[in-house]
């Protein structure tokens, strides 16, 4: 794994000058946090963004460290079209909180929607039913906007469970899902194994589509492709967790499915980079997964970057000095500090970044 082609690497301690952290503040609760925090590092190329979520270990974090390095450092892979669908997201929320993510993804142009279903149907067992009664609720206020925006039954629904289902609970929720949402693009990784995620395929005939079991993989070799390629109707692939745009065009090849590009919570920098490795793959019969700009309620740029008239077309979005300065996390905080060392160990899994200083 090594970032696109490029004159050459920056040792660990130009990255290290070059990178600033910052937390920007979200519209509402999304994967567990109210913020997103990350290193801004700044390249002669432009900006990249390395924000690994907390789990994820040193390994993991070194793709998202490869794709920043990329971002900022390498080339832009050449694009094969200016603009690309869009794909809303509806958070896990109460019902009027679902309500006006999705009324205003519909006013945006947006009619496929990706809602976020089952988040504690494993945490809290005893809860599994009153969970579902949940999302069927979510989904028909989803469901309704759609209609209401574009006509009865010409939105499109996608479910993303993130793995919290057995398989079990997820062959058992699926007709009651589907009567709710009718029109689906797919169900996004209902559960954790790709072996589970297939037997729902199986036995329920829906549409999966495969991201944890792609991205979370230890690694990306022909022997995981192969295993996702079984489980999957379509291949979600995220660029900055999967370590850049050359490597998703690599998967993107090999995997034999439709895919899905989408972000990874960023900010508008680091979606920027998505939006053009979209533009660079060769087929995308799917709406990226781009709209998660909505969800931020402070940026990096001066303008967010969000879905017009359902479409996103390619820019590169810059820096704005003054939202920097806003959102610089200070030396003082403990987190400063943090995050320099876990880009300091993200590193020492990259080859060709030499010594890591302790």
Known sequence: MTPSPMTSLPSVAELLESAVPFRVRLRTRFRGVTHREGLLLRGPRGAGEFAPFDDYPASGAARWLAAAIDAGWGERLPAVRQAVRVNAIIPDGDIETTRAF????AESGCDTMKVKVGSVALAVPA???EQITHDLRRIAVVRDCLDAEFGPGRGRIRLDVNAMWTAQQAVAAVPALLQAAGEIDYFEQPCETLAECAQVRGETGVRIAIDEGLRLAGDLDADTIAQVREAADVVIVKPIPLGGAAEVLRIAEQVQRPVVVSGS????????????????LPDLPYACGLGTGSLLAEDLAADTLVPVGGMMQLTQVGVDPDALRAHTIPADD?????????LREAAAHLPGLGSVAP
């Open 102 to 105: 999705a009324r205003a993804a």
């Open 127 to 129: 809860d599994a039913a």
């Open 265 to 280: 919570m960023d900010t508008s920098i680091g979606l920027s980079y998505v939006l053009a490795a979209a533009c660079a």
């Open 334 to 342: 403990p987190r400063h500090a943090w995050w320099l060392r876990r």
